[in-house]
T-cell receptor, first 112, second 114 residues
Framework: GDSVTQMEGPVTLSEEAFLTINCTYT??????LFWYVQYPGEGLQLLLK?????DKGSNKGFEATYRKETTSFHLEKGSVQVSDSAVYFC???????????FGGGTRVLVKP | EAGVAQSPRYKIIEKRQSVAFWCNPI?????LYWYQQILGQGPKLLIQ????????DSQLPKDRFSAERLKGVDSTLKIQPAKLEDSAVYLC????????????FGPGTRLTVT
């Protein structure tokens, strides 16, 4: 079945550092890909999405590119802030199944 | 715009006891989801409703879990009897019909079974 694999955390960074969170997937066909973020004490919220190969999703300074050849959707941000401390979840949806499948989440801690 | 509301936020029970969680989705969202999130894992879908009908409950342990959405708005999820392995955060989410990828999540209910 469909699955999503993320790098394990926690990832600890200093402010203004470069962040990368790796995400790879296995799925039948070509799913749509997403990053969700969960800030402390809050519910998950959609951060960005890409619906086809080579699409780049972006939001709040974060970017991720749908790479069909490597079945990856790595999340990047050039200069993190303390407020980016959260748990990040990679997810996919396969249109026929119409169900979100999440990775295990990666906790990111940004220190001042 | 009010978000997805859930209650209680925390619950501690002993094994074999019963527990119920409540969810109120965003107004206008016909699709409602219940997820189980075990510590260190991503959310796993338990059940999906569209209005008051069940769309997918393939991963719901039906011998002990039940859920309803009688009027197509609020929903309750019940566990009876609880087991130690049910300790998790139970998340409720909602979305517009056909926009399954953009789900709005509530803050969750953290359940501890002792």
């Amino acid at each position: 079945g469909d699955s999503v694999t993320q790098m394990e955390g926690p990832v600890t960074l200093s402010e203004e550092a470069f962040l990368t969170i790796n995400c790879t997937y296995t799925a039948t066909g070509y799913p749509s890909l997403f990053w969700y973020v969960q800030y402390p004490g809050e519910g998950l919220q959609l951060l960005l999405k890409a619906t086809k190969a080579d699409d780049k999703g972006s939001n709040k300074g974060f970017e991720a590119t749908y790479r069909k050849e490597t079945t990856s959707f790595h999340l990047e941000k050039g200069s993190v802030q303390v407020s980016d401390s959260a748990v990040y979840f990679c997810a996919l949806i396969w249109a026929a199944g119409n169900k979100l499948t999440f990775g295990g989440g990666t906790r990111v801690l940004v220190k001042p | 715009e009010a978000g997805v509301a859930q209650s209680p936020r925390y619950k501690i029970i002993e094994k074999r006891q019963s527990v119920a969680f409540w969810c109120n989705p965003i107004s206008g969202h016909a699709t409602l989801y219940w997820y189980q999130q075990i510590l260190g894992q991503g959310p796993k879908l338990l059940i999906q409703f569209q209005n008051n009908g069940v769309v997918d409950d393939s991963q719901l342990p039906k011998d002990r879990f039940s859920a309803e959405r009688l009027k197509g708005v609020d929903s309750t999820l019940k566990i009876q009897p609880a087991k130690l392995e049910d300790s998790a955060v139970y998340l409720c989410a909602s979305s517009f019909v056909g926009v399954t990828y953009e789900q709005y999540f509530g803050p969750g209910t953290r359940l501890t079974v002792t």
